[in-house]
């Protein structure tokens, strides 16, 4: 599976960006994608997932502010982000897991934003 991500950017305080996640190769097993962040200096979290019977989960810190979406017949995510606060700054990755398969990364996607 190949992920490509785009749609990060500069961006000032309480403003919006969204983040899209295209996804080709083997994706027909993909049961799940979802977003990650690493801000510098500090290790990879998790942000938001989406499973392909549509169930979502949320970081705390970005729910209600951020919203993921999926459209599985074009095989993309997105991350809609939405009252963007500085601590968000990070360089945004996506992720797909298949069962029985080492899970496939994206190069990432930096997101700024300036206070």
């Known amino acids: 599976v190949q992920l490509v991500e785009s749609g990060g950017g500069l961006v000032q305080a309480g403003g919006s960006l969204r983040l899209s996640c295209s996804a080709s190769g083997s994706i027909r097993r993909i049961n799940r994608m979802g977003w990650y962040r690493q801000a510098p200096g500090k290790e990879r979290e998790w942000v938001a997932d989406i499973t392909v019977d549509g169930i979502i989960r949320y970081r705390g810190s970005v729910k209600g502010r951020f919203t993921i979406s999926r459209d599985n017949a074009n095989n993309m995510v997105y991350l809609q982000m939405n009252s963007l606060e500085p601590e968000d700054t990070a360089v945004y990755y996506c992720?797909?897991?298949?069962?029985?398969?080492?899970?496939?990364w994206g190069q990432g996607t930096l997101v700024t934003v300036s206070s």
């Open positions: 992720k797909a897991w298949q069962p029985y398969q080492p899970d496939s």
